[in-house]
């Protein structure tokens, strides 16, 4: 065979062929919400609000809300915290904000958690729980309660439940998106 007719082989053979590359480990560090984090978290939400029932809201946050309630959870020392990748990106949120505003309920919060779908079913958020748990009894709340979509957000029932949240009522029909009814599942855990 003359040189130039010569082609190389498309495909190795198996035993030839070069490693794949690993798959980039999920590296993650947490820290305080900042306002610079807020359009990046009212992102996530609204990913949620227009694809899914695990939120009942059906209008798209605006930042201007996320501003007030970021600066009104700052105001009561209520933790809000986001995950970030090594390269700063915002992968997930958690907070807690008063459960009712009367005030023999003031040790008693409602928590959240959001991942982005990139970043669901990864563990993130059992750590994001666990540090937001830790954080809620660092700033004195006693009691925390989970207010779960009773279709459609399986994941979440089953993370607070590891953590030991207790199923404490139901409520059925009590919203309405897409076109159906939901209900919501409770869930308590004392912070002690
Ligand atoms: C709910 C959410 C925070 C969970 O975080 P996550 O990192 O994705 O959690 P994981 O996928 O690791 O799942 C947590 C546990 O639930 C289990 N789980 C996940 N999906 C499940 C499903 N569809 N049915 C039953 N169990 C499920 C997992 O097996 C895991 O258990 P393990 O610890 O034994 O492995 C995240 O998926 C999310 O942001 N979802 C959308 C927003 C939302 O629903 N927020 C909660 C509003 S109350």
């Known amino acids: 065979m003359l040189e130039e007719e010569y082609q190389a082989r498309r495909v190795l053979p198996p035993h030839l062929r070069p490693a794949p590359p690993a798959e980039a480990p999920f590296e993650y560090s947490l820290r305080d919400a900042r306002a610079a984090d807020l359009p990046a978290v009212r992102e996530i939400y609204n990913y949620y609000v227009a694809n899914s029932t695990v939120t009942f809201d059906e209008d798209a946050m605006t930042l201007a809300e996320w501003k007030d309630k970021f600066a009104y959870l700052e105001k009561l020392g209520m933790p809000f915290i986001v995950a970030v990748s090594p390269s700063g990106q915002l992968l997930g949120f958690a907070l ?11 040790y008693t919060v409602e ?7 990139a970043a669901s079913g990864k563990g ?8 937001l748990i830790e954080r809620a009894k660092a700033a004195g709340l006693k009691e925390m309660i989970a207010v779960i979509a009773d279709q459609g957000a399986e994941a979440s029932i089953a993370l607070h439940e590891k953590f030991g949240f207790e199923e404490i009522g139901r409520m059925g029909r009590v919203g309405f998106k897409f076109e159906r009814w939901l209900g919501t599942v409770l869930l308590q855990k004392s912070l002690k």
Not at 96 to 106: I, M
Request: charged share 25%; proline share 8%; glycine share 8%.
């Open 96 to 106: 807690v904000s008063p459960w009712k505003q009367k005030r023999a309920y003031r």
């Open 111 to 117: 928590n959240s958690i959001y991942l982005g779908p």
């Open 124 to 131: 993130l958020g059992r750590v994001l729980l666990a540090e």
